[in-house]
């Protein structure tokens, strides 16, 4: 008997839990190839509000980066070169800078090394809320390529030569 209580007591308890489980809804997944990518609203270096969906129809390699990082810097003329070459093919970058300081140190920064892509800035609370969207960056730089539709192609984490990141960027500026 006591047999027969303890099944019925374990039956019971497993369709409360496959009851509760089945009816919670499932995070979207974020920052993940294959999703689309998060619109943020962030301000350039001349204080002008710039949004990923200005971007639509185009290709965009987005960049999460600081002015301290190494292998940021490393990866600046490489950036550099893409935009010069391939700006009028549709490609976008966006760099957006995190725990860099201030909009005017990160503008010395961008002259110095002679930046030519939009690199975006913000409050720190709403950057770092940002990187969650993307599924939390836990090293920079980071990297995403994403296509004309707002989709995430592929993201790379850490410093890439320029030749990686065309070898992708190639197979969605020339559709």
């Not at 940021?72 to 760099?95: N, R, S, T």
């Not at 960056?137 to 410093?159: E, S």
Request: glycine share 8%; aromatic share 12%; charged share 25%.
């Amino acid at each position: 008997m006591k047999n027969k209580y303890f099944l019925l007591l374990i039956a019971l308890i497993v369709m409360v839990f496959w009851t509760l489980a089945c009816g919670q809804k499932k995070a979207e997944p974020t920052g993940e190839i294959g999703t689309k990518a998060a619109d943020f609203s962030l301000i350039n270096l001349i204080g002008k509000e710039v949004t990923l969906n200005q971007f639509r129809d185009k290709v965009v390699l987005l960049n999460f980066w600081a002015t301290w990082c190494g292998p940021c810097k490393m990866e600046i003329p490489d950036f550099i070169k893409i935009y010069d070459k391939h700006q009028k093919d549709g490609l976008e970058i966006v760099g957006i800078t995190v725990s860099s300081g201030s909009a005017a140190s990160i503008r010395q920064f961008v002259e110095k090394f002679g930046i030519n892509y939009t690199v975006l800035t913000g409050d720190e609370k709403y950057l770092k809320d940002l990187t969650v969207k993307y599924g939390g960056i836990r090293g920079i730089p980071t990297t995403f390529l994403i296509d004309k539709k707002g989709i995430i192609q592929k993201k790379w984490v850490g410093a890439r030569a320029e030749r990686i990141f065309m070898k992708e960027i190639d197979k969605y500026i020339s559709n």
